[in-house]
């Protein structure tokens, strides 16, 4: 038995249109697989909730590893990432890899998108896999989420 690949992350968001238009429109990723409602017995053992009924859309940039928004309608869930710190135990984030970090803060703060602070200067003499430049942010419903730059993948 191993475990054949990492093939999403799930974020749970509290309003699903809000949050597709922000992952699409913000981030620029694109829709992998559009809105749909799950309901009934699967769902409901999956989740471990009685009478699940949750909305999830997936975004990615097409590649093998994709973010799950999830909005639970029933049982709805309280605040929760917003709540903590990036350095409390529980806490998650989902990297993303960008072409340059300082740009997207640029553009990304000009928006309106708050960071746990600016992007470091570039770190020189770094190579594959390790990140050049990256820095926090959140999206609407708090979730972390991290920008990081790097160089090209070696052949």
């Excluded at 191993?2 to 992350?9: G, K």
């Excluded at 590649?63 to 309608?73: H, K, M, P, T, W």
């Excluded at 605040?79 to 340059?100: F, I, M, W, Y």
């Excluded at 309106?112 to 602070?117: D, I, K, T």
């Amino acid at each position: 038995m191993t475990v054949q690949s990492i093939y999403h992350v799930g974020v749970v968001v509290s309003d699903l249109e809000r949050s597709l238009e922000w992952y699409t429109n913000v981030l620029g990723l694109e829709v992998e697989r559009p809105t749909r409602e799950l309901t009934g017995d699967w769902i409901s053992q999956v989740t471990g909730f009685e009478n699940t009924r949750m909305k999830m859309a997936w975004v990615g940039t097409g590649g093998e590893c994709s973010i799950e928004l999830n909005e639970y309608v029933e049982p709805a869930g309280e605040s929760g990432p917003a709540d903590r710190d990036r350095n409390d135990v529980g806490t998650s984030h989902v990297g993303l890899e960008v072409d340059d970090v300082h740009a997207w803060y640029d553009r990304l703060s000009a928006a309106g998108v708050e960071f746990a602070g600016p992007p470091p200067p570039k770190l020189p003499n770094v190579t594959y896999p390790w990140a050049r430049c990256a820095v926090y942010l959140r999206d609407p419903d708090g979730n972390l989420l991290e920008l990081l730059e790097r160089d090209p993948r070696p052949e």
